[in-house]
Every structure is written in structure tokens, then in C-alpha cells.
């Protein structure tokens, strides 16, 4: 079983390359991958990129290159769900891209137009169980599970917040998740998302994320650990 985690930032990597493993490094396309061993499982780590495509790439890549079974995300985001705090966790149920908008041509908003599959696609049951699991023994943060919110865009406005939240069941918003969701969903390959609120995605998100970033995205690649220690 190779597992596969994959963060935007090296904020969101780092926690795993200062683990004191040593990784074989190999380069394709515009990735480092990691290839080693964490905890007795065998795991291939890269930073994607910030993004829809840099996500999308790097799953693909990670499928057919590497031979990913299963797909971690790990990162940071921002709050939608009012009961979320800087620090909190959410793990992925499913997906959606909030900025894909053919509506238009009649297509609801988030709704790949012409696609044979969901628009909100689903995350895997066993990897749902095990990060809610992983993450409720933090202990002292709220963990939530809800459909995470992609989109190329840093969302920094409380009017846009409303306007997602009257739109999507989203509890969370991000920029990659949905991109690998979907790459992995064509695939047949499980994947989960995880991540830790940096900011409320609203006017003073900037500052709460440059705050609270590292913080962040280290109490979700912690749960990533936890993870593969089961
Ligand atoms: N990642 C962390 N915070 C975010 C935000 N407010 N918008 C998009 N992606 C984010």
C-alpha cells in the first residue's frame, strides 16, 4: 500500500522531511517527490504547488509515476462554518470547485458541465474514519467533517463567505482540494483531505494566515502521522 500526501506549501511538508527519515529524492515535471518510508508505511511526499492545476497535475503524476494507491491532502484553510476557530480540523467528506461556474449554460454553480460523475466528489469512508479518528486525539480543537471548498482564489471577504455559504455546503475553503479529488476520482484511487484553519476567509485573512500558517499546517500533517501510526 503506498500512500501518497501531498501539501500546497512547504509549510505543509516540512513536518514530514524533518522527521529524521531519509527519502530517496526523485524530480518529474515541477515536483520533488520524497519517496521513503514514515511509521512502517511506505509514502511518496510532495509539495504541489498552489492551485487547481498544480493539485491536479501532481495526482496524476503521483497515480501513473508512482504508483499512489491512496491520497493524503494536508494544509490549511480557511473557515466558512461560523462554529470553526483558527487552529480547528476538518477532514473531507467530499469535495467541490466553488469557482467553476457554467451556470449560464444552465448548469448549477460547482457543476463539472458534461461530466459522467459527481460535481462533489465524494472523499473514501476509510480514510474519512481514520483521519476523524487520528485528528480527535489532538485533543483541545473542535474537528469537523464537511465538503471542503476549492478554487483559485485566496478568499479574503466576508460578503464572498456569505455568498459560498448560501451556495455550497462547504465548511471550509482552499485552493487544491477539489483538483485532487477529482484527479483521484477519475482514477479510482481513495483519497481524503485534511486540514487545519489558518484564517475566516474574510478581511483579515491575510494577516491570520501569515499568523497562523505553520501552526496550522502542522497540527494537520501531525494528524497525518497519526494516521499512518495506526
Ligand atoms: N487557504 C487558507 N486560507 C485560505 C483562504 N482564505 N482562501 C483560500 N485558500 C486558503
Redesign the pocket.
Known amino acids: 500500500m503506498k500512500t501518497a500526501i501531498i501539501g500546497a506549501m512547504e509549510e505543509e511538508i516540512s513536518y514530514f522531511l524533518a522527521s529524521g527519515e531519509s527519502f530517496e529524492e526523485v524530480k518529474k515535471a515541477h515536483l520533488t517527490l520524497y519517496k521513503g518510508n514514515l511509521h512502517g508505511q511506505d509514502v511518496i511526499i510532495t509539495r504541489c504547488g498552489v492551485g487547481k492545476v498544480n493539485a491536479a497535475v501532481t495526482t496524476q503524476i503521483l497515480i501513473d509515476y508512482c504508483g499512489a494507491d491512496r491520497i493524503v491532502f494536508t ?4 473557515a466558512l462554518h461560523k462554529e470553526l476557530e483558527v487552529g480547528d480540523i476538518v477532514v473531507s467528506t467530499a469535495c467541490q470547485q466553488h469557482d467553476l461556474d457554467a451556470s449560464p449554460l444552465g448548469f448549477k454553480k460547482g457543476e463539472v458541465p458534461m461530466f459522467d460523475g459527481p460535481s462533489v466528489f465524494p472523499a473514501d469512508e476509510t480514510l474519512i474514519k481514520s483521519a476523524y479518528t487520528a485528528a480527535e486525539t489532538v485533543g483541545g480543537v473542535q474537528v469537523m467533517k464537511g465538503i471542503v471548498l476549492s ?1 483559485d ?4 471577504d466576508r460578503d464572498l463567505v456569505n455568498e459560498l455559504s448560501d451556495t455550497f455546503n462547504g465548511v471550509c ?3 487544491e482540494g477539489a483538483a485532487v479529488a477529482h484527479a483521484a476520482m477519475v482514477n479510482r484511487i481513495p483519497y481524503v483531505v485534511i486540514r487545519s484553519i ?4 474574510n478581511g483579515e ?1 491575510a494577516e491570520s ?1 501569515t499568523s497562523f ?1 505553520n501552526k496550522a499546517a502542522k497540527r494537520s500533517a501531525a494528524i497525518v502521522e497519526r494516521m499512518l501510526k495506526k
Open positions: 494544509g490549511v484553510a480557511g478554487g482564489q485566496f478568499v479574503a475553503v482552499e485552493m489558518s484564517d475566516k476567509a485573512a494566515f500558517v
